[in-house]
């Protein structure tokens, strides 16, 4: 299990932040900061006002990958179907560019022998 006190703990040291700074960031008494560096779980909100003094998402060390999926599954799932939409539409396209460049050879042939046989008969 994590300890989000000590990884909070943690991060002021690494950020070379004082108690005093963090506790008015988070307007908190600096005795409430330490008893939050002692708890191996806080509220969501407060979670999130450190995540922000951090610049770190410390809900995931709450969440592993597997649990994000499982939550945001039906996102997920929309997302996926609407990218082999995307997928199918450019393969469409690509057919279609294909089919045209075709056509465009094909005429420029028939150009080609038009005006060749005009040529012919100027002679």
């Known amino acids: 299990m994590i ?7 943690q991060l002021v040291k690494e950020k070379h932040l004082t108690a005093k700074e963090v506790a008015e960031y988070m307007n ?3 005795s409430n ?8 779980e806080i509220d969501i909100f407060k979670l ?9 998402n410390l809900l995931q060390y709450y969440i592993s990958k597997e649990a994000m999926k ?3 599954q039906e996102e997920f799932a929309s997302y996926e179907s609407e990218l082999a939409e995307l997928r199918s539409s450019n393969l469409s396209k690509d057919e279609k560019i294909i089919m ?4 465009v050879a094909a005429l420029k042939t ?6 060749k046989q005009g040529s012919k008969g100027k002679k």
């Open 100 to 103: 045209l460049n075709d056509t």
């Open 28 to 30: 908190f008494t600096t």
């Open 33 to 40: 900061l330490f008893a939050i560096y002692k708890k191996d």
């Open 48 to 56: 999130a006002r450190f995540s922000e003094l951090f610049n770190k």
């Open 70 to 72: 499982v939550i945001f």
């Open 3 to 9: 300890h989000i006190g000590e990884i909070i703990h």
């Open 110 to 115: 028939t150009v080609a022998l038009y005006e």
